[in-house]
């Protein structure tokens, strides 16, 4: 894995113990592999582990959740296979919170509501549709969101998905009529030049899987347009 070392320059940790690792992934970067070959955020964190620790061989290294390629954010994964199991039946039970930060190009009618849609998945074209109402095959979809400032024809919006569904935030928020800033794919105006897009996961707090004391791990957005548009101290 040492041709892999420069994957390190990515990696910023943000927390971290004997059971679980915690980074911001950057925007862009893949979590696991996929059939592009491209290098992942897991790749890293193996390279950084191992390094480290010194570990020889193969580092263990299980992913919990992802983000979609353009978003950045909180991305934990377990360094045990015990914290894996216990870690995806948090996630299982629903018992792990979520918060994003989104920038979108239009204010929403409310400051603040609850959104309700039902979502199906194009998985031949990695794209979803949102539904207001019931539909054969999909799944409901419900987040919250509260607006939390708006600056030179942009506004901050904080989520909490309530769900965990595929590409959620960005169909919901396209839904209605808040596309988020980059995101081509549900309705944006234009792209980013980085090809990211407006969608930073802020925060997940959960019960650790193994000392069982309550947890909650930030990350800052990224520096740079759009995100400097905004201050996000708290």
């Known amino acids: 894995m040492n041709d892999k070392k420069h994957l390190l320059s990515y990696l910023v940790v943000i927390y971290e113990d004997n059971h679980l690792i915690a980074v911001n992934k950057p925007a862009g970067m893949l979590v696991h592999g996929d059939n592009t070959g491209d290098d992942t955020l897991a790749d890293a964190v193996k390279e950084y582990i191992k390094i480290r620790y010194e570990k020889p061989g193969e ?3 299980g992913v919990v959740h992802r983000l979609d390629r353009p978003v950045s954010g909180v991305v934990v994964f377990a360094r045990t296979s015990k914290a894996l199991a216990r870690m995806n039946k948090l996630f299982q039970d629903k018992t792990i919170s979520k918060k994003y930060l989104a920038i979108v190009d239009d204010r929403p009618h409310e400051l603040a509501a609850r ?3 039902y979502i199906l998945k194009d998985e031949s074209k990695n794209i979803v549709k949102a539904y207001s109402s019931p539909k054969s095959g999909a799944k409901e979809a419900i987040l919250d969101y509260v607006q939390k400032g708006e600056l030179n024809g942009k506004v901050l919006l904080e989520v909490q998905p309530i ?3 595929p590409h959620q935030i960005r169909v919901q928020l396209s839904k209605i009529h808040c596309a988020i800033l ?5 309705g944006a105006k234009y792209p980013l ?6 969608l930073h996961c802020k925060e997940m707090s959960f019960i650790h899987p193994v000392s069982k004391e309550s947890l909650t791990i ?3 957005p990224p520096q740079g347009f759009p995100w400097d548009t905004f201050s996000y101290e708290d």
Do not use: E
């Open 59 to 61: 580092v263990f290294l």
């Open 115 to 117: 959104l309700t849609h």
């Open 163 to 165: 769900t965990g569904r």
């Open 182 to 186: 980059g995101d081509l794919k549900y």
């Open 193 to 198: 030049p980085d090809k990211s897009i407006g």
């Open 218 to 220: 930030t990350a800052t």
